[in-house]
């Protein structure tokens, strides 16, 4: 099996919040829309090796009453990464901030998902 161009080299959780929405009706419909669950990476290659990435992603739902989530919530994550040899040099950039993004944007649903059951 040939190795995964992306290397999750470890990951934090930086910071975790959670509350509850004690205005939660559970009779009436859940209305989350695109703009209710924001998230904001930044990316960094190390200085000394191109293909080491640090990125920090944030994913928060903002506080709206029309929404009517059970939950709020804000978790933020770092991971760091290793971009294999088989990326050419001139998309290392691109392919690291979209795919790094991408595999901490799934570990902190894991994350929220374990801290609301």
């Known amino acids: 099996m040939k190795p995964s161009a992306l290397q999750l080299r470890h990951y934090i959780v930086t910071e975790l919040s959670l509350s509850a929405n004690r205005s939660f009706d559970p009779e ?10 924001v998230a904001e990476p930044e990316c960094r290659a190390d ?6 990435w640090q990125i920090v992603l944030r994913v ?5 009453a029309e929404s009517n989530s059970p939950y709020f919530f ?5 991971g760091f990464f290793a971009v294999g040899k088989s990326v050419q040099d001139e998309k290392v950039a691109e392919f ?11 570990t902190a649903r894991e994350v929220l998902r374990g801290a609301m059951a």
């Not at 804000?74 to 770092?78: C, F, N, S």
């Open 60 to 64: 928060k739902h903002s506080q709206s």
């Open 74 to 78: 804000m978790v933020e994550m770092v």
């Open 96 to 106: 690291a901030e979209v795919n790094g993004s991408s595999v901490l944007y799934s």
């Open 28 to 37: 009436k419909k859940v209305h989350l829309g695109l703009r209710d669950v």
């Open 47 to 52: 200085k000394k090796d191109g293909r080491e």
